[in-house]
């Protein structure tokens, strides 16, 4: 994928293996089913989430793997099976699993601040993740700005901030949010 996904043929995957076209299209029916197939064994690989006992340091540390993770390959397979999703319900479904599968291990980091008391019961896991996340995408897939440790490190801030902040706790309950407050020794009324 050096010269890019526009540039990605099966004949010419045919000739940097060595084989011929035909041999390719035997497994596989289009290009978008070979890029799927290799997203898919990066998704095979063991992914070390992080679970250092701190919320901060976990998500730093998830930042700078989804960092590492969108360098080369990888980064490159996601923006050629986006570019094809819209066409290729195939490509759309590989981008989808690897996704919801990547984002499923990564709130284990949320659940395991919830269970720690860092952060309120009821959390929002996956739309903690989700919103950590979509800046990496947003430059990965859209403005094509670098993403550097720095910026890794902001998105992980910011989820970090987000999270103690109750944004992605559950609302407070009617009884609770409804009750007004009252001075010290007073009753209210009716």
Same mark, same amino acid.
């Given at each position: 994928?050096?010269?890019?996904?526009? #540039?990605?043929?099966?004949?010419?995957?045919? %000739?940097?293996?060595?084989?011929?076209?035909?041999?390719?299209?035997?497994?596989?029916?289009?290009?978008?089913?070979?890029?799927?197939?290799?997203?898919?064994?990066? %998704?095979? #690989? %063991?992914?070390?989430?992080?679970?250092?006992?701190?919320?901060?340091?976990?998500?730093?540390?998830?930042?700078?793997?989804?960092?590492?993770?969108?360098?080369?390959?990888?980064?490159?397979?996601?923006?050629?099976?986006?570019?094809?999703?819209?066409?290729?319900?195939? =490509?759309?479904?590989?981008?989808?699993?690897?996704?919801?599968?990547?984002?499923?291990?990564?709130?284990?980091?949320?659940?395991?601040?919830?269970? !720690?008391?860092?952060?309120?019961?009821?959390?929002?896991?996956? =739309?903690?993740?989700?919103?950590?996340?979509?800046?990496?995408?947003? !430059?990965?897939?859209?403005? !094509?700005?670098?993403?550097? #440790?720095?910026?890794? !490190?902001?998105?992980?801030?910011?989820?970090?901030? =987000?999270?103690?902040?109750?944004?992605?706790? $559950?609302?407070?309950?009617?009884?609770?949010?409804?009750? $007004?407050?009252?001075? =010290?020794?007073?009753?209210?009324?009716?």
């Amino acid at each position: 994928m050096t010269d890019g996904y526009a #540039e990605l043929t099966v004949d010419r995957i045919a %000739a940097g293996a060595g084989v011929n076209k035909t041999s390719i299209y035997r497994r596989w029916t289009d290009l978008e089913g070979i890029l799927g197939d290799l997203l898919t064994d990066y %998704a095979t #690989e %063991a992914v070390p989430i992080p679970d250092t006992g701190d919320l901060e340091q976990d998500l730093v540390e998830l930042a700078l793997l989804i960092r590492r993770g969108m360098a080369g390959e990888p980064g490159d397979l996601v923006m050629g099976l986006a570019a094809a999703a819209p066409r290729n319900e195939r =490509a759309a479904q590989v981008v989808r699993g690897f996704f919801l599968e990547r984002f499923g291990l990564a709130e284990s980091i949320v659940d395991h601040a919830v269970a !720690r008391g860092e952060l309120p019961a009821g959390t929002d896991a996956r =739309a903690a993740i989700e919103t950590i996340g979509a800046p990496f995408f947003l !430059r990965l897939l859209v403005t !094509r700005a670098p993403i550097d #440790e720095a910026f890794a !490190r902001r998105a992980a801030a910011v989820g970090a901030v =987000a999270l103690r902040a109750g944004l992605f706790s $559950p609302p407070a309950t009617t009884a609770t949010a409804a009750a $007004p407050a009252t001075p =010290a020794g007073r009753t209210p009324t009716p």
